[in-house]
């Protein structure tokens, strides 16, 4: 019975020992993976028609003016000034006593001294209103008595301003200012990103630039009009050259130029300047399907912007 029952449990041992072998080990967990949304496309930078329709009325109907007369108006009513900075005279600021009047400045700048003329009879005081991370400067301005005046310059981290302060029986409650030469440049950088972002995708309204490059090598040189000027910075993009077959005007743009600096091109017309289609061939030569008589390249932004003229100087056609 001992030698049986031995057995029995060496039959047993393994069976469990094959049971457990043969058993599947255990499932890994899934896994998880995060999905990343895909980023938000950018949007578009704004145009100049944007920018402009971004203003107050009074501003919109001020660049209006100007393209008419050439000057920047002020706008007044009995209790509110606005004035063009640096533009014209210094701005006359009318207070009077025991009263407060509000002088606001561009937001975002910050006011770093005041110089007032007469400190004795008159209180210059720096306040801020809205938004703490983008404030918007005021300076408060109150005279302690009638029939008096005074200079008063503000140095802020953008502008310097020039006022002149006189009290007397009535008082403007509010005085503003809109900056023509900024809202201008804005506008124009606009135009300039706009004609990069058309020149870097190279647009062709034709889809088929491999042909005009061999329409290009296809002309008899002795049918090409040389009689364009090129004026301006010996920037390292400046056209060594350009010309036209009769229908198309060629650009040959300088060694110096990279992708990166690819100047925008203008076109000068009666209303001012515009975008035209245009393509770039073998990296360096702009085509431009028509013929003009005045063109402009611009590189950069603001002060730092460089500007080609290209002139036609021939015969006329």
């Given at each position: 019975m001992m030698r049986f029952s031995m057995a029995g449990m060496v ?307």
């Amino acid at each position: 019975m001992m030698r049986f029952s031995m057995a029995g449990m060496v039959i047993v041992s393994m069976t469990l020992g094959g049971c457990a072998a043969k058993q599947q080990p255990a499932p890994l967990p899934p896994r998880i993976v995060h999905e990343v949304a895909p980023a938000p496309a950018a949007p578009p930078p704004p145009t100049a028609a944007e920018i402009l329709a971004a203003q107050p009325a009074e501003v919109r109907a001020a660049v209006e003016d100007h393209d008419k007369k050439g000057n920047w108006p002020s706008y007044k009513t009995a209790a509110y000034v606005l004035y063009p900075y640096n533009e014209g005279g210094q701005p006359i600021v009318y207070c009077a006593p025991l009263r407060t009047t509000d002088l606001q400045l561009q937001s975002g700048e910050t006011v770093t001294d005041l110089a007032l003329g007469d400190q004795e009879r008159w209180m210059a005081t720096p306040a801020s209103s809205g938004d703490p991370r983008n404030p918007v400067p005021h300076v408060a301005l109150k005279p302690q008595a009638p029939g008096i005046e005074t200079n008063l310059t503000i140095y802020t981290t953008r502008h310097i301003y020039h006022l002149i302060l006189r009290s007397g029986a009535r008082s403007i409650q509010e005085v503003e200012f809109y900056y023509p030469d900024e809202l201008l440049a804005a506008m124009n950088d606009a135009d300039v990103a706009v004609a990069k972002a058309k020149q870097r995708s190279a647009i062709d309204p034709t889809g088929d630039t491999g042909a005009s490059a061999n329409n290009m090598a296809a002309v008899d040189p002795g049918h090409l009009n040389f009689s364009y000027e090129v004026s301006g910075p010996n920037v390292p993009w400046k056209p060594v050259r350009a010309y036209d077959d009769g229908a198309h005007v060629f650009i040959q743009m300088g060694a110096g130029m990279s992708t990166n600096d690819a100047p925008a091109l203008l076109i000068a017309s009666s209303g001012g300047t515009q975008m035209v289609n245009y393509r770039v061939v073998d990296g360096d030569c702009y085509v431009i399907d028509r013929l003009f008589d005045k063109a402009i390249l611009l590189s950069g932004v603001g002060r730092e912007q460089d500007r080609v003229t290209i002139a036609y100087s021939g015969e006329a056609r």
